[in-house]
């Protein structure tokens, strides 16, 4: 975070926000990950992580209609990366973590079907 506060202008900032959006949403503080999530993609709106990862909060905290909304600029933005990481569990990932690591659970909540 002292990076991030030293230099905003720096090209990896968004890697420092995407991180720490996945970071809230592994805790289960998806408030924190949607708001965050949503903050950084006013800046960074092709962000396909960004994208999955507030359509997966919101879903999980039941906002249903925003969750739905998320969920399809998540399908739009970059298909292939939505594609990639949600029919397969990537191999960084334990397979008992897969559901909700790639957060499966609240991506269904926001009206996506496998």
């Not at 926000?17 to 950084?40: H, I, N, V």
């Not at 399908?75 to 292939?80: E, H, K, L, R």
Request: glycine residues 4%; contains cysteine; hydrophobic residues 40%.
């Amino acid at each position: 975070m002292n990076a991030m506060r030293l230099d905003p202008s720096n090209a990896h900032y968004v890697d420092f926000l995407t991180l720490s959006t996945l970071s809230y949403y592994y805790e289960r503080a998806f408030d924190k990950a949607a708001r965050l999530a949503g903050r950084t993609l006013a800046r960074y709106p092709k962000n396909p992580n960004l994208h999955r990862f507030r359509a997966a909060s919101l879903g999980q905290l039941g906002r249903m209609d925003e969750a739905y909304v998320a969920l399809q600029h998540a399908m739009t933005v970059s298909p292939a990366s939505f594609d990639h990481f949600v029919r397969s569990c990537p191999p960084w990932l334990r397979p008992d973590d897969y559901e909700h690591t790639v957060m499966i659970d609240g991506l269904r909540k926001a009206g996506w079907q496998d």
